[in-house]
């Protein structure tokens, strides 16, 4: 059975930092490419990052480039995500997510369909 648990979640700053991490189990996790999205309420759910079972396929979503970066470490199972230079708008509940077609980032990465694995997700809110 596949586990994802995701962790590091809170209230923080505009201007701050929060380091999240999901550990999964239940599969073998360095055959897989994994992603994390975001759902404010209100709005869909929304594609944040992916990284490839390697780590050289990266991409981010439009609105956290060059703030969030996304790493693996797949001797511990472990996904993670550095979120920097937090503003508001990235107030939402985090999920992370198991690829289940691919093991990289498909030109379809920040959509819900390659995904088949999903965490219960760790709320962040940022204050102004």
């Known amino acids: 059975q596949v586990q994802l648990v995701e962790s590091g979640g809170g209230l923080v700053q505009a201007g701050g930092s929060l380091r999240l991490s999901c550990t999964a189990s239940?599969?073998?996790?360095?055959?897989?490419?994994m992603g994390w999205f975001r759902q404010a309420p209100g709005k869909e759910r929304e594609g944040v990052s992916c990284?490839?079972?390697?780590?050289?396929?990266?991409a981010y979503g439009d609105s956290v480039k060059g703030r969030f970066t996304i790493s693996r470490d797949n001797a511990k199972n472990t996904l993670n995500l550095q979120m920097d230079s937090l503003k508001p708008e990235d107030t939402a509940m985090y999920y992370c997510?198991?690829?289940?077609?691919?093991?990289?980032?498909?030109?379809?990465?920040?959509?819900?369909?390659?995904?088949?694995?999903w965490g219960q997700g760790t709320q962040v809110t940022v204050s102004s």
């Open positions: 990284i490839s079972w390697s780590s050289r396929d990266i």
């Open positions: 239940g599969l073998l996790f360095d055959d897989y490419g």
């Open positions: 997510a198991v690829i289940g077609l691919y093991d990289y980032c498909s030109s379809s990465w920040s959509k819900e369909g390659p995904y088949n694995y």
